[in-house]
């Protein structure tokens, strides 16, 4: 899932400046899942903004609105519909969300509500991790299930670097973290060897193909069954 962290209220309220008429528009799927942009979200953004505004005396017509997926095109009608009316459009979906809404609304302003962080796993209650770069060439397979991309402060491919100290990454002794960063390389090895696959580790990665990454522009898929 996409996690998300919805600005501050004053940097909203900055971007709004000027606009009597928004239209507050969530997305229901991943940022509701982070507590960033649901229905619920949008309704509590929408209160404070007006409390906001009303402080310092503007009259501001907020209106709410909330999509399954705002980066669905066909799931914009009804967004793109309600934003007729307004001045602006304040989108509280991860960055591909908004641009999808942007793209349909090409004469109306539309601004992020959120900051969109990185692609994460629900890890309990509240907390949510970066386990995934989305670099386009995996190596899950070989690592036991583990990113060192993403996991292994270095991007290491072939690690460990013989940095750790006491199954910790080196990068705790640079500056405080909390809580500290273990050493992707040595969960690798655990895993694998509680898989009994330590031979894998004698596979050398191959240069990673960073072209199938973001190295090379914005990245599109195409369904094979849509090719002409």
């Given at each position: ?19 009597d ?7 229901d ?32 017509d ?6 399954d ?18 001045q ?24 992020p ?15 949510w ?31 460990p ?11 705790n ?20 060897m ?35």
């Open positions: 899932m996409i996690v998300g962290t919805r600005k501050p209220l004053a940097e909203i309220q900055d971007m709004l400046k000027g606009f008429r928004i239209l507050l528009s969530g997305c799927t991943c940022v509701a899942e982070c507590v960033a942009g649901g229905r619920k979200e949008v309704a509590e953004l929408a209160a404070a903004l007006r409390m906001a505004f009303q402080m310092a005396g503007r009259e501001v907020i209106r709410e609105n909330s999509v997926r705002q980066c669905i095109h066909e799931f914009l009608l009804d967004v793109v519909e309600q934003a007729e009316s307004a602006a459009v304040l989108s509280l979906a991860c960055g591909a969300g908004v641009q999808a809404l942007a793209a349909h609304l090409p004469e109306i302003p539309v601004f509500a959120l900051n969109t962080l990185f692609i994460g796993e629900t890890a309990e209650r509240g907390l991790l970066e386990n995934c770069r989305g670099c386009g060439d995996c190596l899950l397979g070989l690592t036991g299930g583990i990113c060192p991309v993403t996991r292994c402060a270095k991007s290491l491919l072939n690690g670097c013989g940095g750790p100290k006491n199954g910790l990454c080196e990068i002794l640079a500056r405080e973290f909390n809580p500290e960063v273990p050493c992707a390389w040595l969960q690798i090895y655990e895993r694998l509680a898989l009994g696959q330590l031979d894998r580790l004698m596979q050398v990665a191959r240069p990673k193909d960073w072209s199938q990454g973001d190295a090379g522009g914005p990245r599109r898929v195409l369904r094979p069954d849509q090719r002409p």
